[in-house]
């Protein structure tokens, strides 16, 4: 997938992402992150992992705004239109 391509696929989508380890919110190290937007899209230069830098709302920690680097293995569900506006409604009400 080109970079375009995954960053109109997951921008403005709830995206379920798997830490590789525990998170400071969540034991399991499964988050979910609304993905306001996609600043880059890259690979490591040590693993060759490709990587994103993204700005997010985490609705494990309230909504709040935070700019994260996330792995692209490590995002194992983006949520449709519908339900991401469903669960958006629900974090602000």
Do not use: C, W
Not at 37 to 54: G, I, M, P, T, W
């Amino acid at each position: 997938m080109t970079p375009s391509q995954l960053a109109k696929k997951i921008t403005n989508r709830v995206i379920e992402y798997h830490n590789e380890g525990k998170s400071s919110i969540k034991n399991d190290g499964i988050r979910k992150f609304l993905v306001e937007e996609v600043q880059a899209d890259a690979f490591s230069s040590v693993e060759n992992r490709r990587y994103l830098k993204v700005k997010t709302r985490d609705l494990d920690d309230g909504g709040k705004s935070k700019y994260r680097t996330i792995h692209v293995a490590g995002i194992a569900k983006v949520d449709g239109k519908i339900k991401t506006a469903a669960r958006m409604v629900k974090t602000v009400f």
